[in-house]
């Protein structure tokens, strides 16, 4: 990772300096918040893929950047109001903006950054791109509230998994990737090829994190681990194992996800029963499937840093620890 930040090191720190440029307000209390946030720790993947794929689309141009800046603002939105829904508590470390400064002020905050996305995106004119992330937005509320449907739900397939991360997760990255092929003017062939590059690395980031969410540790994740099934979220390597595992072992399964306050006993044999079925292998498994099929995807671009540092960026899902 520290090879992209090199290649792409001007374009990081007008990253910083626009995201600061961009959130104007008179309220300075919004400000404090959305640079709360902001600053937390997150990794800029999603900013950073629309760098890159610019890039490697050609643009020389600089409205990458304030578009970097707008994708950004519309992934704090979504955690802004997971939180929220979650009743989050930690997010990378720190604690959330809903344990902070309520509830309230949380959702309101982050219809003010889905608000200022779009009139910044209205500014710049782009009717291609104002499409792509309007239709990206539509998805991710889809997610949601698909996701809020099948709380605790032991029935959840691996369909409908894959729909739910397909929306929550993935189109996000799908849409940073189409943008810099929209303002680098590609074909349809290197458009989709993006687009299709940003999924399917979307979907691997997801399935990283749910894999995650049972293997970390607190201090590197930074949140507490089994925060998804505490919270009913019925992922990958529960759903997998669940397929095998034994009618007293779903029944168990079951009764903790539907417990109001998970114990930490609880917590360690769901992961024995995940364990049993080898529910992580077969995540893993396939995040690394996710992981070749992009990377195959940029076949129909020509060698360039740019391009390896797309590679280097989708290699990296598979190793990191949060």
């Known amino acids: 990772m520290e090879s992209i930040s090199k290649l792409i090191e001007e374009d990081l720190k007008h990253l910083e300096m626009s995201i600061q440029k961009l959130i104007t307000t008179k309220v300075s209390f919004i ?22 794929s610019a890039r490697l689309s050609g643009y020389q141009g600089d409205l990458h950047i304030p578009y970097a800046a707008i994708i950004e603002f519309i992934h704090t939105a979504t955690l802004l109001h997971d939180d929220v829904v979650d009743n989050a508590k930690t997010r990378r470390g720190n604690s959330t903006v809903n344990t902070v400064w309520g509830n309230e002020p949380s959702v309101l905050v982050g219809d003010f950054l889905y608000s200022k996305s779009f009139e910044l ?37 691996e369909e409908e998994y894959f729909e739910v991360i397909g929306n929550k997760t993935a189109v996000l990255f799908s849409a940073a990737c189409e943008i810099g092929a929209l303002l680098g003017n590609s074909d349809n062939e290197k458009r989709s090829a993006l687009k299709a590059f940003g999924y399917d690395l979307g979907i691997a980031f997801q399935l990283k994190d749910d894999v995650l969410d049972y293997v970390s540790y ?22 997998h194992a669940l397929q095998s595992a034994k009618e007293n072992e779903i029944a168990f399964a079951k009764k903790v996800l ?8 609880d917590f360690e044999r769901v992961r024995t029963i995940i364990g ?17 099929e992009a990377i195959q995807y940029l076949n129909v671009f020509e060698a360039s840093p740019y ?14 620890e949060m």
């Open 31 to 52: 400000k404090e918040i959305v640079n709360y946030i902001i600053k937390s720790g997150g990794k800029r993947a999603r900013p950073i893929l629309v760098i890159l």
């Open 121 to 157: 995106i209205a500014e710049n004119g782009n009717h291609e791109i104002m499409k792509t992330i309007s239709k990206a937005t539509t998805a991710l509320s889809e997610g949601e509230i698909l996701e809020l449907l099948k709380t605790s739900d032991i029935e959840t397939s």
């Open 218 to 239: 607190d201090a590197i994740l930074g949140k507490h681990v089994g925060t998804d099934l505490k919270e009913g979220k019925v992922t990958l390597p529960l759903i």
């Open 258 to 265: 539907d417990k109001p306050n998970m114990t930490a006993k």
């Open 276 to 292: 049993k079925y080898r529910g992580m292998e077969y995540t893993s498994d396939m995040t690394a499937r996710y992981i070749n």
């Open 307 to 320: 391009k390896d540092a797309l590679i280097t960026l989708a290699n990296h899902m598979l190793k990191r």
